[in-house]
C-alpha cells in the first residue's frame, strides 16, 4: 500500500529547524494492520499526516499505491483524501452544528453522489458502528466514545483503502478504549482495510499486527 | 449538504450572522431613503422651474445684464415729467397720472430674429420668444398752481416807474387781481400739498401662436380665455390670478399698460398651491414690443429639445450662433431655485450621499471582519473538512455561501426599514417653499437686484418674499414662489440596486474570508490536537 522513500520533513521555526522525519524508508503492505509507538515531539503525527497525504514532505517520496504523493496537486491530493484515505482523529473533529448523521454525510459531498444515497450510506455506516439510533444527535448529546464511532463511520463510509488513526483512544476511558479497539479490529478485518494508527498506548499498539516505534524522526521494528 | 451545513452555521452562530446583518440593514436602508429623498427633491425642483419656464422648457437662451454706463443712471431713468397743462384739474387739485413699459429691471434685450436663428436648429423641437417687461405707473395729486399767484402777477400795476436807477419798485399795488397773498389751497391736502404714487407690476409679452413652450405652458386657466393666435396685434391681456385678486379685476375688465388701455380676457393661475405665475400680465408680443418701443426684441427664447439626450448638443449649437447669449439648461436653472427647498437639495446630495458612502463601507468591513474571524475560529473545522477530502473551492464556496446570506438577511431587513423611513418621509410630506426667478439674467437672478430669496439661507419657512407689485425700484423680475410638498418615491431599481450591494458586500467579506480558509493546511489545523 505505502512505499516511504528516505521520506524526510523539516519545519523552520523562528529560532530553529525541526527535523521531523529523518530520512524514513517503510513499506506497508496492503491490509496490514500497524501500530506506531513514540514520545510526544517523535515524529508520530508528522508521519500520520504523510501518510494521509495532509502535508509534503522537504524530501523523499511516499508512494500509495503508485501514486507519489509528494510530486501531485492539491486538488489531487484532495481527491485521494476523499476516496482512498479515512482519516480518524484523537479529538473526534466532529461539526458541532451537524448530526451525527450529517456529519458522515460530509465525507461523501467531495464524492458527488445524490442526497439520497449519501444518507443510504451513511446510515448504514452509523450503524455497522452501533449507532443507527443515534443519527439526529448533535455531538454535544453524544459520549465520547459515540463520537468516535461517529468519527469511525465518517472514516469509512467512502470505503477507502486506508484508515489512519491518530491517538484514536486518546481522550477515552478504558472500557471505551477496547470497545472501539475491538470496533476498529472488526471493521479491518471485513473490509481488508491497511490500519495504521498512531499511539502512544500499549495496550493499543498490542493488538496489532506490526508495531512500529518513531523516535527523533527515525523509525524502528518493534518485535 | 451546502444548503443543511450553510443554515447550521449561521443559525449555530448567531451572534456573528445578527451582528453582520444589523450593519448591512442600516447600510441598506439609508442608501434607499437618501436615493428616495434625493429624487423627491429633483422632483420638486423641476416642478418648480417648470411654474417659472413652463412645461417642456428643456432651455433657456437669454443676455446678461449689462453693468450700467459710466456716469449714468441705473437701468431706464426714472424721470417722470409733466407739462404744465397735464392732468386734469378740479376744485384746485390737480390729478396726473401716467404710466411707463419698459424692459424688467436686470435684463438686456436682444433682436427676435436670434428666435429663427435657434428655431432652425437640430435637435429643437420648438421654441418661443418672450419680453419681460415692467410697467409702472405714477400718478399723483398736486395743487392746483393756476390758482397759486406771484404777487403783482396777475393784475397790472397802474404805477409807472420813472426811477431810473435800480429799480426797488416803489409803485403801490392798485390793480384789481386777486390778493396773491392767499394762502395756498386744494391740492392733496387740501392746503396745498402734494402726494404720489408709483406703481408697478410685470408684464410678459409672449407669442399667443407658440403656446407650447414658454411660461404658459403649465398653467391653468381660472377664468375666461387664454390668449389665441387671434390675439396678436390686440390689446388683450391674460393676468395672473394672484394679481387680479390683489387688485380686483376680473375677465372684462380693463387695464392700463404703458398709457394703451387693455382688455383682460382671462386669468390664469399656476400648478403650485399657493403660486404665481412667471409674470403679473400677459400680452401678445408685438404689442409689447410696440408700446414698449423695443421694437422686435425679446429677452428669453424658451426652447424645447425634441429628447432629453439631444440638449447638451442643442445647448451647444446656441452658444456657437449666438456667442453673445447666455444658455441655461435645467440643469443650471436647478442652481436658481433658492428657499427652502433648495436646502433641502443641498443638504441630501452632499450630507446624505456622504453618509450613505461611509455606513456602506462600514457594514462591509464589519462583514469582512467577522467572516474573518469565524474563519479563524474554525481552523480545526475547517482543516478535518480537508482531512476528509474537501477541496479549497468547496470549502471557499460555503464560506462565501454564508457571508452572502448573511449579507441578503441583512439586506432584506434594510430594504424594509428604507421602505418603512421613506413611508415616514411621505406621511410626514414636508412641504418646501422654493423660489426661481423668472429674470433671465443668465440664470443668476438669486443675485440680481430686488429679485426673491437669498440662495436659501435661510432655512426653514418662507425663504422667498413674493416680489411685491409695488415698491419703486422693486418689483424687477417676476418670480414664481412655489410651495412643494415633499413626495419621496421609489423606484423599484433602488430596491434592486440595494440588493444587489448587499450581495456584493457578502461576496466580498466571502471571498476574502474563503481566501483565508484556503490557506489553513491542513497538517498545521490539525496540529493543535496534539
Redesign the interface.
Known amino acids: 500500500m505505502y512505499t516511504l522513500t528516505s521520506l524526510t520533513k523539516t519545519y523552520s521555526q523562528p529560532k530553529r529547524t525541526v527535523t521531523a522525519l529523518n530520512g524514513v524508508d517503510l513499506t506497508i503492505p496492503d491490509g496490514q494492520l500497524v501500530a506506531i509507538q513514540g514520545p510526544t515531539g517523535g515524529g508520530k503525527?508528522?508521519l500520520l499526516?504523510m501518510l494521509?497525504a495532509?502535508?509534503r514532505p522537504t524530501s523523499g517520496s511516499i508512494a500509495l499505491r503508485g501514486d507519489d504523493l509528494s510530486t501531485l496537486g492539491?486538488?489531487k491530493l484532495?481527491?485521494i483524501?476523499?476516496?482512498e484515505?479515512?482519516?480518524v482523529?484523537?479529538?473526534f473533529?466532529l461539526?458541532?452544528?451537524?448530526t451525527a448523521l450529517?456529519n458522515v454525510?460530509?465525507?461523501l459531498?467531495?464524492?458527488g453522489v445524490s442526497?439520497q444515497e449519501?444518507v443510504h450510506r451513511a446510515t448504514q455506516a452509523l450503524e455497522s458502528v452501533g449507532l443507527g439510533e443515534r443519527a439526529t444527535h448533535l455531538p454535544n448529546e453524544l459520549s465520547g466514545g459515540q463520537q468516535q464511532r461517529v468519527a469511525i463511520a465518517?472514516?469509512l463510509v467512502?470505503n477507502p483503502k486506508v484508515l489512519l488513526a491518530?491517538e484514536p483512544t486518546g481522550n477515552l476511558d478504558e472500557q471505551t478504549r477496547d470497545e472501539i479497539m475491538d470496533l476498529l479490529e472488526g471493521l479491518w478485518r471485513d473490509q481488508n482495510l491497511t490500519v495504521v494508527i498512531v499511539t502512544h498506548d500499549s495496550a493499543v499498539a498490542k493488538r496489532a499486527e506490526r508495531r512500529l516505534r518513531i523516535a527523533n524522526g527515525t523509525i524502528s521494528e518493534v518485535a | 449538504?451546502f444548503g443543511?451545513?450553510l443554515r447550521?452555521?449561521l443559525?449555530?452562530r448567531r451572534k456573528q450572522t445578527i451582528i453582520i446583518a444589523i450593519g448591512m440593514a442600516l447600510a441598506i436602508a439609508l442608501v434607499i431613503i437618501v436615493n428616495s429623498v434625493s429624487a423627491g427633491v429633483r422632483n420638486a425642483q423641476t416642478t418648480v422651474l417648470q411654474s417659472v419656464y413652463g412645461v417642456g422648457t428643456d432651455i433657456t437662451v437669454s443676455q446678461a445684464a449689462t453693468p450700467p454706463a459710466e456716469g449714468g443712471t441705473d437701468g431706464p431713468g426714472q424721470r417722470f415729467d409733466f407739462g404744465a397743462d397735464a392732468g386734469a384739474t378740479t376744485d384746485g387739485s390737480t390729478t396726473v397720472a401716467t404710466s411707463r413699459l419698459e424692459a424688467a429691471r436686470g435684463t438686456t434685450t436682444f433682436a427676435a430674429s436670434d428666435l429663427d436663428t435657434v428655431t432652425a436648429l437640430q435637435g429643437v423641437s420648438g421654441a418661443a420668444g418672450t419680453l419681460a417687461l415692467t410697467n409702472t405707473t405714477f400718478d399723483g395729486e398736486l395743487p392746483d398752481f393756476s390758482q397759486m399767484q406771484a404777487p403783482g402777477a396777475t393784475g397790472s400795476d397802474a404805477g409807472t416807474d420813472t426811477d431810473s436807477g435800480t429799480d426797488t419798485n416803489s409803485g403801490t399795488d392798485s390793480g384789481t387781481g386777486s390778493d396773491a397773498s392767499t394762502a395756498p389751497q386744494g391740492g392733496a391736502d387740501g392746503a396745498g400739498g402734494s402726494s404720489f404714487n408709483v406703481d408697478s407690476f410685470t408684464v410678459l409679452g409672449l407669442d399667443p401662436a407658440a403656446d407650447a413652450v414658454g411660461p404658459l405652458s403649465a398653467v391653468t386657466l381660472t377664468d375666461g380665455r387664454g390668449l389665441e393666435t387671434s390675439d396678436t396685434g390686440t390689446d388683450n391681456a391674460v393676468l395672473d390670478a394672484t394679481y387680479a385678486t390683489a387688485n380686483d379685476l376680473a375677465t372684462g375688465d380693463t387695464l392700463d399698460i404703458g398709457g394703451t388701455t387693455f382688455t383682460v380676457v382671462g386669468i390664469v393661475g399656476a400648478t403650485g398651491s399657493d403660486a404665481e405665475t412667471a409674470s403679473n400680465v400677459y400680452i401678445p408680443l408685438d404689442r409689447a414690443q410696440a408700446i414698449s418701443g423695443l421694437t422686435d426684441q425679446i429677452s428669453t427664447i424658451s426652447v424645447q429639445a425634441s429628447s432629453s439626450t439631444e440638449i447638451a448638443a442643442v445647448k451647444a449649437a446656441i452658444e456657437k450662433d449666438l456667442p453673445d447669449a447666455t444658455v441655461s439648461t435645467q440643469e443650471d436653472l436647478a442652481s436658481s431655485v433658492s428657499g427652502s427647498l433648495s436646502s433641502a437639495s443641498g443638504l441630501v446630495s452632499s450630507l446624505g450621499t456622504w453618509l450613505s458612502i461611509i455606513v456602506l463601507a462600514a457594514a462591509f468591513l464589519i462583514a469582512i471582519l467577522f467572516t474573518i474571524s469565524g474563519v479563524s475560529r474554525r481552523t480545526?473545522?475547517f482543516g478535518?473538512?480537508?482531512?476528509?477530502?474537501?477541496?479549497?473551492r468547496?470549502i471557499v464556496g460555503q464560506v462565501a455561501g454564508e457571508s452572502v446570506v448573511q449579507s441578503l438577511i441583512g439586506g432584506a431587513v434594510g430594504v424594509a426599514v428604507g421602505l418603512l423611513g421613506v413611508v415616514v418621509v411621505n406621511l410626514f410630506a414636508p412641504t418646501l417653499t422654493a423660489s426661481a426667478s423668472a429674470s433671465p439674467g443668465g440664470g443668476m437672478p438669486g443675485g440680481a437686484p430686488g429679485a426673491a430669496g437669498s440662495g436659501g439661507g435661510s432655512g426653514a419657512g418662507d425663504a422667498a418674499a413674493n416680489l411685491p407689485a409695488g415698491g419703486f425700484g422693486g418689483g424687477q423680475a417676476a418670480a414664481s414662489t412655489t410651495d412643494v410638498v415633499l413626495n419621496a418615491p421609489v423606484t423599484p431599481l433602488i430596491i434592486v440596486i440595494a440588493v444587489a450591494l448587499a450581495v456584493v458586500g457578502g461576496l466580498l467579506a466571502g471571498a476574502i474570508g474563503g481566501w483565508r480558509a484556503s490557506r489553513l493546511?491542513?497538517?498545521e489545523a490539525?496540529?493543535s490536537?496534539?
Request: proline residues 5%; aromatic residues 6%.
Open positions: 503525527s508528522t499526516q494521509g495532509l502535508d492539491e486538488a484532495a481527491t483524501r476523499a476516496s484515505i479515512g482519516f482523529f484523537q479529538g473533529n461539526i458541532p452544528t451537524l450529517e454525510e460530509m465525507a459531498v467531495p464524492a442526497a449519501r465518517r472514516a467512502k491518530d | 449538504m443543511t451545513y447550521r452555521e443559525i449555530g480545526r473545522e478535518t473538512l480537508k482531512a476528509i477530502g474537501w477541496s479549497n468547496r493546511r491542513p497538517a490539525l496540529r490536537v496534539g
